[in-house]
T-cell receptor, first 114, second 116 residues
Framework: GAVVSQHPSRVICKSGTSVKIECRSL??????MFWYRQFPKQSLMLMAT?????????EQGVEKDKFLINHASLTLSTLTVTSAHPEDSSFYIC??????????FGPGTRLTVL | AQSVTQLDSHVSVSEGTPVLLRCNYS??????LFWYVQHPNKGLQLLLK??????LVKGINGFEAEFKKSETSFHLTKPSAHMSDAAEYFC??????????????FGKGTLLTVNP
């Protein structure tokens, strides 16, 4: 399967600052990537679908101005949490879709907002 | 619309005994079904998937699952639990048509603990 990396793996920031999380496909070109959020002891919730070269599609209830997604190339998508607040603290996971619709997940980024 | 129900939030077994993690689904379209495992603070690893071929699916690490359309179930089993199986398990459904080909719907997860 595909290898997906995320950077950073952990980040702690102060309230009001912005944090950028990178998701990279290491071994194939992904036209579609996904961003999920996972609160403690809960399941993954899809936040947005990121398409290379076009605007991301956000799920209902997810603020697009707060969670900025940029899919600038076939191997890189970034999620920027703007003006982060403690309630944004979560585990953020990206995934990418192969041609046969299988998703491969990154290792996740633990965001803690103080 | 689609949904996934994992019937047990927590399953505890002894090492060497069988594992059964239950999953029921609903989907407006013929679904693909997946089981993923997540170890603490790690991403998700695919255990196995059903995509309309054989109804009994074998996965990694000795796990298997059987797709039963009449029962709308996709339970995960393993004959003999190992300590390293302790993790969170997610049952996931994806429609095979209907315009949302890629979107996955996750169950709430089942935490498996394995006692020595």
């Amino acid at each position: 399967g595909a290898v997906v990396s995320q950077h950073p793996s952990r980040v702690i920031c102060k309230s009001g600052t912005s944090v950028k999380i990178e998701c990279r496909s290491l071994d194939f070109q992904a036209t579609t990537m996904f961003w999920y959020r996972q609160f403690p002891k809960q399941s993954l919730m899809l936040m947005a679908t990121s398409n290379e070269g076009s605007k991301a599609t956000y799920e209902q209830g997810v603020e697009k101005d707060k969670f900025l997604i940029n899919h600038a190339s076939l191997t890189l998508s970034t999620l920027t949490v703007t003006s982060a607040h403690p309630e944004d603290s979560s585990f953020y996971i990206c995934s990418l879709a192969s041609r046969v619709n299988e998703q491969f997940f990154g290792p996740g980024t633990r965001l803690t907002v103080l | 619309a689609q949904s996934v129900t994992q019937l047990d939030s927590h399953v505890s077994v002894s090492e060497g005994t069988p594992v059964l993690l239950r999953c029921n689904y609903s989907s407006s379209y013929s679904p693909s079904l997946f089981w993923y495992v997540q170890h603490p603070n790690k991403g998700l690893q695919l255990l196995l998937k059903y995509t309309s071929a054989a109804t009994l699916v074998k996965g990694i690490n000795g796990f298997e699952a059987e797709f039963k359309k009449s029962e709308t179930s996709f339970h995960l089993t393993k004959p003999s639990a190992h300590m390293s199986d302790a993790a969170e398990y997610f049952c996931v459904v994806r429609p095979n048509s209907g315009g949302s080909n890629y979107k996955l719907t996750f169950g709430k997860g089942t935490l498996l603990t394995v006692n020595p």
